[in-house]
């Protein structure tokens, strides 16, 4: 049994503050990427998912005359640590185990080289494909960060890929 699952991640109002910011539609998308992967690299898939569904919930809006702009953005953003660090105290209160936690949250924080001085991180495998997930759902000129999503629809979503998740660990434990 998971201690949290996607739903209630995808349920709480923090989680709805800001990936609304950052794109519910891009959110989702990274998760069922993140898990595919998952399956096919050995990795939890439970684990994945989530940094997945988790990963840009440190963004910030760069807003300047009521525009996104790239270029503040570029030089001040820091959403991997702000987002490692919402999931975790998000995770925690909802009573993820621990470890998971932690590993989710070390996966967000790794999720792009885009705020670090240099792009020599030697990545776990669950770290690198939570960043192949983001990468697959990428459009030109941060358009996957706009892309919108009916909440019916997103929540169906959610609620399919947990049955998913459950189905996986199910056949696992019968393997
Ligand atoms: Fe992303």
Redesign the pocket.
């Known amino acids: 049994m998971r201690e949290v699952t996607l739903l209630q991640l995808y349920e709480h109002p923090i989680t709805q503050k800001y990936l609304n910011r950052?794109g519910m539609a891009?959110a989702i998308a990274?998760a069922y990427h993140a898990f595919h992967l998952a399956k096919e690299h050995n990795v939890d898939p439970d684990i994945a998912a989530k940094a997945g569904f988790l990963?840009?919930m440190g963004h910030f809006t760069w807003y300047r005359n009521g525009n996104w702009d790239y270029d503040l953005y570029r030089q001040n953003d820091i959403h991997p640590i702000k987002g490692a660090e919402r999931a975790h105290k998000l995770l925690i209160r909802l009573g993820e185990n621990p470890i998971k936690a932690k590993t989710i949250s070390l996966a967000i924080l790794f999720?792009t080289d885009s705020f670090l001085p240099s792009n020599d991180i030697v990545r776990t495998p669950l770290q690198q494909i939570v960043k192949w997930a983001?990468e697959k759902?990428?459009e030109e000129g941060g358009k996957?960060h706009y892309r919108t999503i009916d909440s019916l629809r997103a929540k169906d979503m959610i609620i399919r890929l947990d049955q998913l998740i459950d189905k996986e660990a199910n056949n696992k434990l019968s393997s």
């Open positions: 950052s891009h990274v990963h840009d999720h983001d759902d990428e996957h």
